[in-house]
């Protein structure tokens, strides 16, 4: 029988039940799936909630819904206001589009420009200013003093709060014998509804967080420390100074642990992500993941459940992230080969490679720099391979043709 002792600010397991009946019919029903390859990978039972595929593409528009749902209809009559670069804008926005309310979004001036337009194509009114998200709550102070705007903070609200904890619910109701439940810490919206649901349903299960290491304010906030945090991080959705006044008490006492992930361990499972399940997820999104990887021996054997909480990343930094980790694994390779200048050498080249079922995917001739003899030439290939093995056969055919061959560890290099 579900134990509905954990009650905070007026959030328990009714209201987030209740908060799941609104929202029905409002919200993609996103699966929680098993993902047996990582399961497999790591030694475990793992299921990842696809939050990811929700509207607005996160998990923000379920509890922007359920704080627009709350408001008077004089709020409505004159609009709300909110400061945020990414998700919960973005969330915001497109439900007030469909309620027919004023929104305005306050955003630091080095948004990315793809955030800030679609932000803007919900509707919303954009105010750039400033170059952080503190910055901009001074701006949204100053519009609701001038305008009366109704402020929807982006985590330190219950009902917010209260509408990102119905995933909660949808997971333990998808795999109710899970031993862990991994969560995404910026705030702490996130992670306090789903925590609250969770502990009344199942009060043995053990909910970890996951904040970034470059970010680590929730954690910090805890242990009484100072705040220290700042730099750039794959996983700017968790990228928050200063965590909630309702978040923090409610991390502190269900909150079994908190994980640290660096950026390498973010950047491996975005890209692990799609590699094995196919799925486009943010730096944030792919925290949980980021963290098993980070600390896999903790959850050896046991059943995890994931909160893939948000798949908005910008296409260029995707498909550098994915090129990098062809690179880290060894199935793209950067080999620079000296070469007398003369007619045939980079036929001869391109068809050793072949023999060897390597792939090449660029080619670069250099002839004309200085620190090449005139006589000579220098050409880098990047070949893409089926690992290192492959490429040591590859590079040891060529070198089997009298070529001298230098591995280039930098695909990025053009010297």
Sequence with gaps: MANETPEFHGIDIKR?????????????????????????????????????????SSFKSRGAFIALQALSNESKKTGVITMSAGNHAQALAFRSQQEKIKSIIVMPEQTPFTKISKTKSYGAEIVLTGRTLDDAKSK???????????????????NIIAGQGTIGLEIIESVPDLDYLVVPIGGGGLISGISIAAKSINPELKIIGVESELYPSMSRSIAGLSPQSGGDTLAEGIAVKTVGTLTKPIVENLVDEIILVNEQQIEWA???????????VEGAGAAGLA????????????TIGIVICGGNIDSRLLGT??????????RLVRIRIGISDEPGMLAKIAHSISLNHGNIIEVYHQRLFYNVPAKLAKIDVVIETRGPDHSNDIISSLRTLDFEVQILDDYFRTD
């Design 291 to 302: 963290a098993i990887y980070a600390s896999h021996e903790k959850f050896k054997n046991k």
């Design 16 to 56: 987030i039940k209740s908060s799941s009946e609104k929202l029905f019919g409002n919200i993609i029903p996103t699966p929680t799936i098993f993902a047996q390859s990582l399961s497999k990978l790591f030694g475990l039972s793992l299921h990842l909630k696809l939050e990811n595929l929700q509207l607005t």
């Design 321 to 330: 992230i994915l090129n990098r980790a062809l690179i880290s694994d060894g």
């Design 140 to 158: 949204v102070e100053q519009l609701i003093n001038e305008n009366g705007f109704h402020f929807i903070h982006p985590f330190d609200n219950p």
């Design 270 to 280: 975005i890209s692990a992500m799609m590699e094995h399940q196919r799925l486009i």
